[in-house]
């Protein structure tokens, strides 16, 4: 099934950068495009994993981290995607690098 996704993803793409050719802005709208249709992807693979539907990254991390909502949300941000991020308890915000 990926192999049919990443032909169906090249294929999109080729025709969205021959649509916008010659501009000098056919790169960016291929590299947008590849962008929301892997993040698209994305949730698509996280609802078939955990059954969430695809409304969003932190709400998979938050059912994820279960009960110690600060420790487990920082290792499932890790797992689901790493870096840095901010993070919402509560009323604080937080800036930082997940490990």
């Known amino acids: 099934m990926q192999r049919s996704w990443e032909r169906f993803k090249e294929a999109y793409y080729e025709d969205l950068y021959q649509a916008v050719l010659p501009g000098a802005e056919a790169p960016i709208e291929k590299l947008a495009c ?3 249709t892997t993040s698209a992807r994305l949730g698509e693979l996280i609802y078939l994993q955990t059954g969430l539907p695809n409304d969003g990254f932190y709400k ?20 689901l995607g790493g870096g ?16």
């Open 84 to 99: 840095t991020s901010t993070i919402r308890f509560g009323s604080n915000m937080r800036m930082g690098s997940v490990r």
């Open 60 to 79: 998979a991390a938050s059912l994820m981290a279960g009960q110690d909502r600060e420790n487990g949300l920082k290792t499932s941000i890790n797992l």
């Open 34 to 36: 590849l962008a929301q």
